[in-house]
T-cell receptor, first 114, second 116 residues
Framework: GNSVTQMEGPVTLSEEAFLTINCTYT??????LFWYVQYPGEGLQLLLK?????DKGSNKGFEATYRKETTSFHLEKGSVQVSDSAVYFC?????????????FGKGTLLTVNP | DAGVTQSPTHLIKTRGQQVTLRCSPK?????VSWYQQALGQGPQFIFQ???????QRGNFPDRFSGHQFPNYSSELNVNALLLGDSALYLC???????????????FGPGTRLTVL
């Protein structure tokens, strides 16, 4: 079945450091890929998405590129801020046949210190 | 433009009781999905409703049921609550593309259910 594997956290960085959170997936066919962010006590917010191979999603300084050859969708940011502290979830949506659900990774907790 | 809304925000119940959670989708969306997020875990898919019918169901027992209304809003019902049902329940809305696939899902703030 479909699955998502994220690097385990927690990840602790200093402000202005470079961020990478690894995400790889297993899926039949060509899913759409997403990064969602969850701030403490809140629901999930869509951060960025990519719907086909080699697409790059970007938002708020975050980027991720859909790599079909390595089945990966790693999240990067050049300079993190304290306000980026949150849990980040990688997810896939494979809308093939009668499958309409998002499959999530376990999440990666990011803490950015001033 | 209102996003996805959920009510109530928090709920405390005791074992064996029944609970109903509510969700209103984002304007223009016709599909509602429900997810359960246990503490420290990623969300797990419960089911999806489209055209007032359950379109897909995850690995949850029959104690979990739902409904979608003609205005696209939805309810999640859980009967005979167990301690293990304590979680954040998330509603996500989306629209159906031509061909029947589901577009990007947008989440509400969630309902925190505590079962004592």
């Amino acid at each position: 079945g479909n699955s998502v594997t994220q690097m385990e956290g927690p990840v602790t960085l200093s402000e202005e450091a470079f961020l990478t959170i690894n995400c790889t997936y297993t899926a039949t066919g060509y899913p759409s890929l997403f990064w969602y962010v969850q701030y403490p006590g809140e629901g999930l917010q869509l951060l960025l998405k990519a719907t086909k191979a080699d697409d790059k999603g970007s938002n708020k300084g975050f980027e991720a590129t859909y790599r079909k050859e390595t089945t990966s969708f790693h999240l990067e940011k050049g300079s993190v801020q304290v306000s980026d502290s949150a849990v980040y979830f990688c997810a896939l949506l494979y809308s093939g046949g009668s499958n309409y659900k998002l499959t999530f990774g376990k999440g990666t907790l990011l803490t950015v210190n001033p | 433009d209102a996003g996805v809304t959920q009510s109530p925000t928090h709920l405390i119940k005791t074992r064996g009781q029944q609970v109903t959670l509510r969700c209103s989708p984002k304007s223009g969306h016709d599909t509602v999905s429900w997810y359960q997020q246990a503490l420290g875990q990623g969300p797990q898919f419960i089911f999806q409703y489209y055209e007032e019918e359950e379109r897909q169901r995850g690995n949850f027992p029959d104690r979990f049921s739902g409904h979608q209304f003609p205005n696209y809003s939805s309810e999640l019902n859980v009967n005979a609550l167990l301690l293990g049902d304590s979680a954040l329940y998330l509603c996500a809305s989306s629209s159906v593309r031509a061909g029947g696939s589901t577009d990007t899902q947008y989440f509400g703030p969630g309902t925190r259910l505590t079962v004592l």
